[in-house]
């Protein structure tokens, strides 16, 4: 991997120019102002120690903590430092609760994998872009989480990009659909906020199981906010495998997000959920866009499902789109309504507690 050269200046850019907040309160204050001039008449040395004593007790109560967004809440634990002798992966490796990634233009010549217990945190206005000739393998993803647990990815104003043109080529690449800018796989709590996912030769963003044989681990407990998906191959997002962890959870919440210009390999949607046998969906999308995609804005494929699995849940709310094709429906939906039953049934293959809704209709089983 190259490494960047950040500036001295770059580092903790993003933070020092926002607020932070103290944990000393107002009632410290009036306390000081009481005691302080006491101490002045009667022990004037006494009260210089006492003063002293109070600002580095004031110091030590302040918390430094960046000002939360709609894309980006508060982080407030001191970070593990990107230095330009390590490459993103080593970094990330070396441990420590926050990683924070200085501004800069990073080449990847091979997946950036991320680890458990992790917030990974970019600075605005950085990219992260595929190296020519890498990412080789038809599965290689620029980004990939495997059974990792607790994660957060915040990339507000950050650009993934890969090669989409090159990976078309079949004379540089092997055929594939699977090279995701962000692939996760048997995730669990796992947390996007913001940033922009390009030019992949699969997915914006893929959310599936991990698959080891016969055993398909599911991924549970994902948020996807505000992020942008833009010319990929196959879709803007891929949902396979989403499982809730509580009665009144979903498994994955996707809101706020943009999804535009997928092209290539179809079905070339938004936003396409679609478990395979066994996988678990239980997902909410909400205030989402989807533009200019070759194919449907949004689809359910639940052709797969079969009676004996855990009944699918899926709920869209708010969401628009633009730019349909004359000849694809805004949404889709395979394998649901029966072909032989009356009008209006739902596929026999579908299980009992079925949940699908648009808004205010709802078709249940």
Request: glycine share 8%; proline share 7%; with cysteine.
């Amino acid at each position: 991997m190259l490494k960047p050269n950040p500036k001295p200046s770059d580092l903790f850019s993003s933070f020092r120019s926002r607020p932070f907040t103290r944990s000393v309160k107002g009632a410290f204050v009036p306390l000081c102002l009481v005691l302080v001039p006491s101490c002045l008449r009667a022990f004037v040395p006494s009260c210089l120690v006492f003063v002293a004593s109070c600002l580095v007790f004031v110091a030590s109560c302040l918390v430094f903590v960046p000002s939360s967004s709609a894309q980006s809440p508060a982080i407030g634990i001191a970070p593990t430092q990107l230095t330009s002798a390590e490459s993103l992966q080593a970094v990330i490796d070396r441990g420590g609760p926050l990683v924070f990634v200085p501004r800069g233009n990073y080449i990847l010549t091979e997946t950036l994998n991320l680890r458990s217990d992790l917030v990974l945190h970019f600075a605005s206005g950085t990219t992260v872009e595929a190296a020519e000739g890498a990412f080789q393998d038809p599965r290689d993803c620029l980004i990939a989480a495997r059974l990792t647990r607790d994660v957060e990815l915040h990339a507000a104003g950050v650009v993934f990009r890969m090669r989409k043109a090159d990976y078309r080529n079949k004379e540089k690449y092997a055929d594939s659909e699977f090279r995701h800018a962000l692939g996760l796989f048997g995730v669990r709590n796992f947390k996007v906020y913001g940033g922009v996912f390009a030019d992949s030769g699969g997915d914006g963003i893929y959310v599936g199981p991990f698959v080891a044989g016969t055993t398909r681990t599911q991924s549970e407990a994902v948020l996807i906010r505000g992020v942008y998906c833009d010319n990929n191959v196959r879709q803007g997002i891929s949902v396979l495998s989403a499982k809730r962890t509580g009665p009144e959870d979903f498994g994955l919440v996707i809101e706020d997000c943009r999804l535009a210009g997928t092209s290539g390999r179809s079905p070339q949607s938004g936003i396409d959920i679609e478990p395979e046998v066994g996988d678990v969906v239980d997902v909410l999308v909400r205030r989402c866009r989807s533009e200019s995609n070759r194919g449907p804005a949004y689809m359910w494929s639940l052709q797969h499902v079969r009676p004996a699995d855990s009944p699918p849940r899926i709920v869209f709310e708010q969401c628009t789109y633009s730019g349909v094709p004359p000849d694809q429906p805004a949404f889709r939906m395979t394998g649901v309504y029966s072909s032989t039953a009356p009008t209006g049934y739902l596929e026999a293959n579908l299980p009992k507690g079925t949940w699908l809704q648009w808004d205010s209709l709802i078709l249940q089983k």
